[in-house]
């Protein structure tokens, strides 16, 4: 940690604080675009310095194209009493995103085929959507639904579809080199706690973490609006991704279910490698599979990023999924603290995961005379010395310390340590670093390398 | 299925076709040379315009010389009665397959060295053969044998071993492209029902089949003595071995026992694959080995095809293997249905089992635009929109839709029709398909696409 | 087996021999350099011809220097009445080795940091060293330890720390070829008997073996201290390395334990497989680990040899290890014997174990007319034609006899066999032996040979 990273927290966010920052972003209606994003992300951006950027509808983006932008003021049904039968203020899942505006009376048996409800579940509202075809419906609760009398009714959306932007936020935090790690969560749901308001809390609060201290890699966190919000990202970056390492799609992180770890396409990158020892007896490995969240752009064919996905329960895995029952009361403080920890022990093993040259790769050099080594022979050596022969013998710059530790059996952070005495004694040279930022060059030296990096640097106050 | 190929049957042969026509096939006493082997091909090429090739004793065949044509007019031991103990004329196993011309007579202690009988089986004659060594003998049941009294026998072999010619059949149907699939199935044993009737039998059969329909692949059947005649094929053809894309064993497909295939060489091989997904459940899979039938030469370290083999019970596995035992009433109608039924599957997935290339490789292209995804959003996608994903993801060229069908655990056929959807709407393209035939254009063109196939095209007319 | 080698005698020694030898060479005080080393050499010497080396104290060694030359008269404790209450004239082990001179009369307790026992072992002496840190110190018995009374002791120690040399032996047989196999066994220990008067014996006995007979590897012999004595030879032998095509690290041969193979750092060299093999059945194969003996030099990242390690019971698993009950009583003749043999079953296989190209390899090659295969058809082959069909079919010049030994379930030897029949039928060839040494040609050539094997040839007297 150097100074400057000293001078800023880098205290997790407890259970708690994720929570109540997540119950700020429940009621805020989300969408791919409109005014529920921007809301969303200018109390993300309260804490950190989010980059937001605006990208006009219409604009191309691979096989798709930025649609018209939706904002929703109100929207209901009503019956012959002019009573709100079903209604958006309630709950903005009532209404079906991106439903177009509406004023008309119908008969019950005509308006019935846009009413949806879950049969299975009575008293939950589905969540339903309609982007890429112009359309309108309304959600509600089965038990609501059979309370429906024959006649007519009045359906009322105040909805406006017009030339617009899709937003979305970013925010890099430069590390040592320009190498970067890639951490996405989507911010597209309505009111859906733990999916995705758990995403935002642990992903804002992850970024906190990762301000307070200069580390080996860039992180670039990107909250965007599932699918075309991360197609539109990779269309602007496209150039950018040859220097991500590792990504990692966040989301469904506050419920109480255990942690899941979802493979990349290839399910042999470091990032699977290092997903699967932290979670190692604290959560499932699941195999890849093209259906999810935005990991199914990261890993399209034409990209292939290494990017794995941590979700808890994954999506579609619980009954609460996609329903109003995804409420505040469905993740918990623990689960949210939990999920955070998680991602931070991942980025602990992703930075101390190096590979290295053995500088001294004829024999074994001699340990006891740089004080690394016992000097009395004879008996045999302790475990942290049998780190240091394991790394030593190991490090031609193709094996990790994490392919180390599981070829030894021993624990990955004790040959971390071995490591970092042997790279002192300067028997270890780290391998294929990339070139570093450089550093503690004020003024022009030090702007350039930000604006290598892609992105902007950032410097937190404490919050 | 063009036009022309509507014209002529696609209807495969019941079992009790296959019996009947294996029943024709049946007495004839075949060899590796000679008039049996001449009359069952032109059986054959009663139902299919086989080409017969006629290749000339003496011939060099790598390690190998054609041998002398080898015919039999009759032959027998009788007693001292006159009475015919052992006779050709009964059951053609009873002679040693190429005996040479004998007019002896000889006492019984004597003979004794040149009678082969089954002491295990005392009423199952043996076959046996000489090909390359000049000599004679008979087979016969043990209890007979046991019966000879001592005395003086005389033997009768009426044969002949003169300069004549090897023979064996060939057919090419033409497919799209050049790239070849080879059927081998060998036609050298005499009365023997399972080896090699059946093969013959099945064989003919899928040929007929074959050539009811323009496929991608051109399919080659050879019908060919063993080992001498695969290496005489080998010979003449070696410079279009580099064609064949999948090459199989036909044999012993009569018998009750569970079809089995037999991995190439390398195991590896996409034939090995197709084959074991073909059998799942309803087969077992063995291991290559460099001992049997025609695999033996394929799959020789000179030309290593992806030859694999596809019997019922394996030679050597069945105690009715080369006795007369193996007869009419040890194959079964349904056991050659099956055996027929099993060789079209694995040709319908080696014709589906394409690699391609995602058009629209970066991100997801948009299916809901193209119908072919459901509008309405929230819920998740149907099994059908699964395998588009999945292929879409899969397919950069790599993967074939068999090995997408092992990844994803979906139904191979789901994922031949989500291909098909997906190259209909323009996002996928087969890859490395080889050159096509032209096609359509009549006269000169077309001739000479039929020579570039290396045979004859066949069109059958209805049988 | 040529005319010359003959000549010798190839008689493995018996258990019994090579456990005299080892208590011959059991009293000595070995270290890492000095008399004891050499005078274990002479013994060595005088029943194969090695050549003994002497490298200069202070001779760099990669990153090691060779350290003073380590001599020693005598040592003792002595109490108030001036009795030796710890002796090394009992037992050398009760010096700790490469002490310092010492002459000095000092109290219990200061002296007690000095002293080093094995509570849970109260009857051991404990071994122990301190080659690279100037010190001194006694190890004793725990009993005798406890039974010291409080008051002042007189700690005489004549030794001598002066520059000199370090020792050790080699011995070159050459062979056929100047590939290398290396032997390697370590003579830096004193009075324990199993660690390493048991591989010294066994190593010696192996080199008479191994001159009886001339084979296709030249093989070289390493009696050698352990880490800076195989560092030291690592260093003048660098650019022979290549040669190396198998190496063997020889030690703690005569316990009772089971025969136990540590797999090279590779794991996957031919030697891990031939030992493997070789010890199906009757031992253990353990995988590779950076601590042991001189393997961790060989097996080091800058030279990565394919070294594997032969012992019984491991270093550090059984209770005797390193201390003064790893004496005469715990190795055993039985254990002795069975190690030699497997070393000699180890490098029969490595002789035997070839890879061949098939001459003939379009289709079989015809056996019968070569008296390979049976006349007579019809019936399956004998296994030893089964094992001529493996080996060419496998003999594309990749697999060795072993490789096909796994793939076919066929013996080992019955392959070899197969082999040699073949290859006296020209039908097949070695692939990639190595260019011969010129053989039977008198004076200059076969003194250049000789120099191109990088050592002396030997050829044994009858011992």
Redesign the interface.
Known sequence: MDVKAARVSSAAATGDQLHQFASRLYPICRSITGEGVRRSLALIRARIPLVVHEVPSGTR????QIPLEWNIEDAAVLDGDGRRVVDFQAHNLHL??YSEPVQRTLPLDELSARLHALPEHPDWI????????R?W?FCMRARERLALRPGRYRVEVKSSLAPGALTYGELVVAGRTREEVLLFTHVCHPSLANDNTSGMAVATALAEWLAGERRRFTYRLVFAPG?IG??TW?KRN?HGLKRVRHALVLGLLGDPGALTYKRS?RETHEIDAIATHVLAGAGQIVPF???GYDE??L??????LPAGRLTRSVN?GYPQY?TSADDLSFITPAALEGSLAACQRIIEVIESNQRFH?R???????L??RGLYG???????AEHE?AM??V?????GTHSLLDIAQR?GLPFPLLVEAARRLEEAQLLAPTGEPARIASGAPGAKRAAARRRAGGRTVRLNKS
Do not use: M
């Not at 983006?61 to 798709?64: H, K, T």
């Not at 890993?299 to 292939?304: A, E, L, M, R, T």
């Not at 030593?392 to 031609?396: A, E, G, I, Y």
């Open positions: 983006v691979f096989d798709w079906v995103s589905p969540y339903r959507t309609s982007y890429y075809r359309d419906g699918t991360s197609l990779l496209e396409r599979s093209p259906y199914r752009q890993c399209s064919p034409g990209f292939d579609g996609h053995n001294s790769p004829r024999g074994e050099p001699q006891g005379t000097a009395l022979g004879g008996s045999g050596p049998h022969l394991w030593l013998n190991q490090s031609d030894s």
